[in-house]
């Protein structure tokens, strides 16, 4: 069992900058696949961000690419992601998720892969 808590949403205006941070427990996180996924109210589950537990792949949705970064520590099991120039539009409940891999260099881009899901942190943007 993966044990996942989310915190460092909040409320910042348009153009301002956040950065979430994913702390795990439980099971070998260097071997952990982690990624990030909002929901929007009325929205489907989607995934923003994801890292290959070498932390040697990355990949970005097209909406966040170039704003967001995302990166892990794993000597703190902790996985971050940086938001710069946040537009309203990102506003969302931002979940951390884990999903077990053999491959280093693997992430996945879909929920069903992840297997491990944080409580969500509220991220709200104002224009």
């Known amino acids: 069992q993966v044990q996942l808590v989310e915190s460092g949403g909040g409320l910042v205006q348009a153009g301002g900058s956040l950065r979430p941070s994913c702390a795990a427990s439980g099971r070998t996180f260097s071997r952990l696949v982690m990624g990030w996924f909002r929901q929007a109210p009325g929205k489907e589950r989607e995934v923003v961000a994801a890292i290959s537990w070498s932390g040697g792949r990355t990949y970005y949705a097209d909406p966040v690419k170039g704003r967001f970064t995302i990166s892990r520590d794993n000597a703190k099991n902790t996985v971050y992601l940086q938001m710069n120039s946040l537009k309203p539009e990102d506003t969302a409940v931002y979940y951390c998720?884990?999903?077990?891999?053999?491959?280093?260099?693997?992430?996945?881009?879909?929920?069903?892969?992840?297997?491990?899901w944080g409580q969500g942190t509220q991220v709200t943007v104002s224009s």
């Open positions: 998720a884990a999903g077990v891999s053999y491959y280093s260099d693997a992430y996945y881009t879909t929920a069903h892969d992840y297997d491990y």
